[in-house]
């Protein structure tokens, strides 16, 4: 089974040059992640008792129940993954997205394939590791999470990918047992993911507890907190604490020289300037989930009316917070890059 890697980025990694990859997802099914947040599950004891009808109604999983507009529409979408290519170039790395096109594992995909990405949409499938040989054995289009993407971006040898926000452990996960993949792909994958930290939707002290017991290295970067995502804070306490694109490199080329097996996270918070928006919607986020749960909401209603939610509380700014903090993270991605190939001269 072959993995296509554009001629680009496969004469980088040959000549030992700087290559970012970079995920398809967060182009094609939107920025809000397809998470079930707390209360929602009727699984759970600790909410209400439903009825077998209300059970019935229930689907998994619940990422094939999502509505058809993403957060990030098309051209949006499309403007967004140039400009973070751009950013990358910008910066002195080659990128390299990762996508699934007609059953073959792509590794750097030209601006045709890049829009068709875009157009597409969630028409590709949302794939992450144990989709994969699904998706490649049926000839299916795979937009591939962080868990499938480390998992090919480390097959052809790129050590660094830049993302958004990782998947974590949802809230009540301890009794749903939803946790995201990207957390046991991190455990085994010698992969530095960048990201803003993970949305607080998700339970974020479990996150870092699973992520610890995964073996993975976890680094904030210039902050002691680890980020929400849309928040430079979180409440929890960052494991390390990186302070330069250098030391970030000298991190990973040691984990790679005591062969250790087991990925990095390093998370970076959004920028300063927007993380006023980043408030407002951590609040619109708060509220939303509140909301839910009081009207009950429960089951596969739960992602839409908190995308709903969330983009009437905030007037569309998560979009573009979101954009800001995706080319920030490409930027250091990029920088880490450069410095991890000189390490390596
Ligand atoms: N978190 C975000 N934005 C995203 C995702 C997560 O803030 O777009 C996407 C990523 O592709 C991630 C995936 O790998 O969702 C995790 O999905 P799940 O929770 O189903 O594992
Ligand atoms: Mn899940």
Do not use: W
């Amino acid at each position: 089974m072959s993995i296509a890697v554009a001629p680009e980025v496969a004469a980088a990694l040959a000549r030992g040059a700087a290559v970012v990859a970079l995920e398809s997802t967060i182009i094609s099914h939107g920025q809000l992640p397809s998470t079930l947040p707390f209360a929602a599950d009727p699984l759970l004891p600790c909410t209400r008792k439903i009825n077998n009808s209300e059970r019935n109604s229930i689907r998994f999983p619940f990422t094939a129940c999502l509505p058809p507009s993403p957060g990030m529409p098309y051209p949006k979408n499309l403007q967004t993954a140039v400009e973070v290519e751009a950013v990358v170039r910008e910066t002195g790395a080659i990128p390299a997205t990762i996508a699934i096109l007609d059953g073959v594992p792509h590794v750097g995909l030209s601006s045709e394939q890049l829009k068709r990405l875009a157009i597409s949409g969630r028409q590709f499938q949302k794939t992450a590791r144990r989709d994969i040989a699904h998706v490649v054995a049926s000839g299916g289009n795979g937009a591939t999470t962080v868990s499938a993407t480390m998992f090919f971006a480390h097959k052809v040898g790129i050590p660094i990918f830049v993302t958004g926000g990782i998947g974590g452990v949802h809230r009540h996960g301890e009794q749903t047992m939803d946790i995201s993949s990207d957390l046991t792909e991190l455990g085994k994958t010698p992969v530095a993911v960048i990201s803003a930290g993970v949305k607080s939707i998700l339970d974020i002290s479990r996150t870092l507890e699973y992520l610890e017991t995964q073996g993975v290295t976890v680094a904030a970067y210039r902050t002691n907190e680890f980020p929400a995502f849309f928040t430079e804070t979180s409440g929890c306490q960052a494991p390390c604490r990186v302070d330069s694109a250098e030391e970030c490199a000298k991190i990973i080329y040691a984990n790679r020289n005591l062969h250790l097996c087991s990925g990095i996270l390093i998370a970076v918070p959004i920028p300063t300037h927007h993380a006023a928006s980043g408030n407002i919607i951590e609040s619109a986020i708060q509220k939303a989930l509140k909301e839910a749960e009081e009207k009950r909401i429960i089951g596969n209603a739960i992602t839409p009316f908190m995308l709903e939610r969330v983009k009437e509380l905030t007037g569309g700014s998560s979009l573009e917070a979101n954009i800001a903090l995706v080319k920030n993270n490409a930027r250091l991605g990029a920088e880490v890059a450069v410095a991890l190939s000189n390490l390596q001269q």
